[in-house]
């Protein structure tokens, strides 16, 4: 295994920081829930009463092995397709599969618009009671 450096070890650092704050703490505070009660005692009852679940649990593994059999059947044959073509080819079909996640954000960043803009309902509001608008954006 090859030993990292100083600086390699530094630039990892926001990472590891950023997935103990958002990854291993929420999921050491959800497992302490699992396994204690309202006083805070060590309890099984909260994973015994999964099984009241059980139903819904099957369901939702149901959909998750659809949703994924659906997407082997649709995208492994495209990336077949695609590594066949040409280049011009390849940057539209590529072009195909982006620009659905692009609109998701541009439909976001409209909606942040109609919040911060300086006519937008953040401002809005805070004219009503005397302290704005401000420019947010």
Not at 21 to 42: E, K
Not at 86 to 100: H, K, N
Not at 109 to 126: D, F, K, S
């Amino acid at each position: 295994m090859k030993k990292r450096t100083l600086a390699q070890r530094i630039a990892g650092a926001p990472y590891i920081l950023w997935a103990l704050l958002f990854i291993l703490i929420p999921l050491a505070i959800v497992v302490g829930y699992a396994f204690t009660d309202a006083d805070g005692n060590f309890t099984l009852q909260n994973i015994r009463q999964l099984a009241e679940y059980r139903d819904i649990f099957l369901i939702s593994f149901e959909y998750s092995f659809i949703a994924t059999v659906i997407t082997l059947v649709i995208s492994y044959p495209f990336a077949y397709l695609m590594s066949r073509k040409g280049m011009a080819a390849q940057r539209i079909m590529m072009m195909l599969v982006m620009l659905p996640m692009w609109m998701n954000f541009l439909l976001r960043t409209y909606a942040w618009m109609t919040l911060l803009g300086n006519e937008g309902i953040i401002n809005t509001l805070l004219g009503y009671i005397g302290i704005g608008p401000f420019k947010m954006l």
